[in-house]
């Protein structure tokens, strides 16, 4: 069977090396052509002996995902379509900041936690990507993006785990993807800069904060455990109470000395003053001094399956003074992308029950745009 090389962290890689007899170095080597190089041809890797190329010629390959679509926001927010096979696809985003430039990536395709007001929630649980299709994402990006932008030097400085899927339901695929990330030979992402959203796991945050912590997020949505059933179905498992005290574990080996709950500001349902100040009481609650937490509301961004509407401005305006003026930080999200449905939430997912992924990847090829095919060429080899 052919190895795909990005599936494998430098530990996974080296352990790979020495199975072809090669010495453990040889590791670095190559994963320094893959990642910060952006190599896929082992031709290219010219100071790798012939023999070694050779060798990885016959089993293994740099096997990146298709590129489905790709579609540029006049805010210069970019969106890609990726085909992972079997019909279904995920989305990358890439969101240009002046001081920062940030990869929104998927993990599964679709999800099961079934969020209501989540249309990869609305899709269904298609499968858990691997390790490779997750790093593939950024592979990709990073180096689609060096071109495109005529830069020599890093382009993306900060990924976040935000696009299809619940990470922490895909852990071990999760993991050795992250280390690609934070590996210095790989893409030398502090930390910090690396962030996992999840929708509340409770024994896989446990297991995160061991195993590699990093920047997290959690998806609270709502100020009782009542409303967030009702809206997160996996908090029936695991309620606002065990998920709090979830994150002050979290916070212990967390390279921020802060959490970040996001919240989705949904008209007449979780938008109230009253909710906002219950928010205020649980964070007091699990507080064991200063406050540890920060918020960011995020606007629904809307899809016709959810029967659920955007909170008007001016009550978004409100909710935030409340939990500001109780001394948490709150920042309002501002939505990116919005002409290409690139925005959170609007990934791939509104498509399964409408038409069908495949009829739309077809419907996609047709749209996509000069720079990615030649792009594919250059790195496929094709
Ligand atoms: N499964 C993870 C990460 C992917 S979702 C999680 O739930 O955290 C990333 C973020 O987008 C989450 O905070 C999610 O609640 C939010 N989101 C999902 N659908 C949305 C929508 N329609 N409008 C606004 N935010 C949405
Ligand atoms: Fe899954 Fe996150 Fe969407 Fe919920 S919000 S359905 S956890 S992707």
Known sequence: MTANLL??????????????????????????????????????????AKSLREKLRVCAHVKALDVISEHISSDGTI??????????????????EEDRGTL???????CAVGCRFCSTGHQGFSRNLKTGEIVAQLWFAEHFLRKYLHRDDRVISNVVMMGMGEPLQNYSELVPALRVMLDDHGYGLSRRRVTVSTSGVVPMMDR?????????????????????????????????????????????????????FEYCMLDGVNDQPEHAHQLVRLVRQHSSGGVWCKFNLIPFNPFPESGLLRSPSERIQAFAKI????????????????????????????VKDRTGVSERIARQRTFMLKPISTFNKETNGT
């Open 79 to 96: 969106k890609w379509l990726f085909d992972v096979g079997g019909g279904d696809a995920v989305e990358a985003v890439f969101i240009p």
């Open 208 to 260: 995160l904060a061991q195993d590699c912590p990093v920047a997290l997020a959690v998806s609270l949505h709502a100020s009782n455990d009542v409303l967030r059933d009702n809206l997160v179905p996996l908090n029936r498992k695991y309620p606002i109470a065990e998920l709090l005290d979830a994150c002050n574990r979290y916070l212990a080996h967390a390279p921020r000395d802060f959490i970040t």
């Open 104 to 110: 929104c990536i998927s993990s599964q395709a679709g």
């Open 7 to 48: 599936d494998y962290d430098l530990e996974g890689l080296a352990v790979f090396c020495e199975r072809l007899g090669e010495k453990r170095f040889r590791a670095v080597q190559l994963f320094r052509w893959i990642h910060q190089k952006g190599a896929s041809s082992f031709d290219d890797m010219s100071d790798l």
């Open 323 to 350: 939990l500001s003026d109780a001394g948490i930080v709150t920042t309002i999200r501002k939505t990116r992308g919005d002409d290409i449905d690139a925005a959170c939430g609007q990934l791939a997912g509104d």
